[in-house]
């Protein structure tokens, strides 16, 4: 019997419903069930095919568990080790190579010395900052966040140079990136599940925190959505994500992708409404299932990049083989047909 687990923190209505789907489906040879950890043992792979894991980005402990998990076999949503990797620079960086539009973004260095670092191990650091040149590129108003944030945490909305150095003055050792606002129209949340399914939800950040998800939207562009989903899609298949939520904001027509490091996401039913949670519960349902019947093996393979790609590399050792079948088959066809014609033999 294969088992999918769910790891979880303080979220209320997610994890029960997705253990509750999976199992309503009665499966022969699958069940779901809560994760149970205690000491976790080096000689004792875990008992799961596949984790949905919620939470392990605020617990080491579950990370670290997580990472051992996969080294023997277990799939993990989401890959422990892209999550580990990922910050919210790199996310802008990739999203402007891949063509999706981004508000112009820098990282500075950090305010004050992170612990156990002193002036002598910043020499490497340019002083004072361009401030002029950043103030150009950036313009105002902007936005000042952590570059490895969650949660709206220390996020500042900033109109001017003094509000700005008043909020940098603030963000304590965090490594900071300051970035234009953009001044949206429209907002989109959309969630990205199997790097495949796109599900686009109108959000509207101004709103209390319980009344963001806009449930009676109006009428939007066609071509807007469209462009919205490729290029939530297209984030998701670059990052690795198999669940993720990309944030856009739409300013005259383009949308702006803001926020794609989410692999987390809320999903909670007061939150994102009886819709989108049936949607999500169903979606991750059925790629959790899908992977736990999806076989695969990273044994023998013992590098960082066969990690990073561990759950997702069968596919494409499918796609290869298939591939390469297909093309023999062409060969082995056009072969014949010369054969036929007398042209080769054989
Ligand atoms: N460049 C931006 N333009 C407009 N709004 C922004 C921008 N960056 C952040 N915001 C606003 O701040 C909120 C929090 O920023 P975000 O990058 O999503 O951080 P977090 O990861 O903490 O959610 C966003 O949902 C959005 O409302
Ligand atoms: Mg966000």
């Excluded at 494409?316 to 093309?327: L, P």
Aim: net charge neutral.
């Amino acid at each position: 019997m294969k088992k999918i687990g769910v790891l979880f923190g303080m979220e209320n209505t997610f994890p029960g419903a997705l253990v509750e789907r999976i199992n309503s489906m009665h499966l022969d040879d699958i069940v779901a069930e809560f994760v149970q950890v205690g000491g976790v043992r080096l000689d004792k792979p875990p008992a799961y095919s596949v984790i949905v894991d919620r939470i392990s980005h605020d617990i080491p402990f579950y990370r670290a568990f997580l990472k051992h998990a996969v080294l023997h076999g277990t799939t993990v949503i989401n890959n422990p080790f892209w999550w580990s990797a990922d910050d919210k620079f790199f996310n802008y960086s990739l999203a402007a190579k891949l063509g999706v539009a981004v508000p112009p973004t820098v990282i500075l260095p950090h305010k004050h010395y992170p612990e156990g670092t002193t002036e002598r191990s910043m020499r490497n650091l340019e002083y004072p900052l361009d401030w002029e040149g950043i103030f150009e590129y950036i313009g105002f108003p902007a936005f000042l966040k952590p570059v490895d944030g969650g949660g709206w945490r220390d996020v500042y909305h900033v109109h001017n140079r003094e509000e700005l150095f008043r909020a940098y003055d603030q963000s304590r050792d965090l490594c900071m990136t300051l970035q234009g606002a953009v001044k949206f129209n429209e907002y989109f949340r959309c969630y990205v599940v199997g790097q495949e399914k796109v599900r686009i939800m109108p959000y509207d950040p101004r709103r209390p925190h319980a009344e963001r998800y806009v449930l009676d939207p109006p009428q939007y562009d066609k071509k807007l959505l469209k462009r919205v989903e490729q290029d939530a899609r297209k984030l998701c298949k670059a990052l690795g994500y198999d669940l993720n939520t990309v944030e856009f904001a739409v300013e005259n027509g383009i949308p702006y992708a803001i926020d794609f490091m989410n692999p987390a996401p809320d999903a909670d039913l007061h939150s994102v409404g009886p819709e989108n949670f049936k949607w999500i519960v169903d979606a991750v349902a059925e790629l959790a299932v899908k992977k736990a019947n999806t076989a695969k093996d990273v044994a023998g393979e013992f590098h960082w990049g066969a990690y990073l790609s561990a759950g997702a590399e069968k596919n494409s050792a499918k796609k290869a083989s298939a591939k390469k079948k297909a093309s023999a088959k062409k060969k082995s066809a056009k072969v014949s047909s010369k054969i036929e014609a007398g042209i080769v033999s054989e």
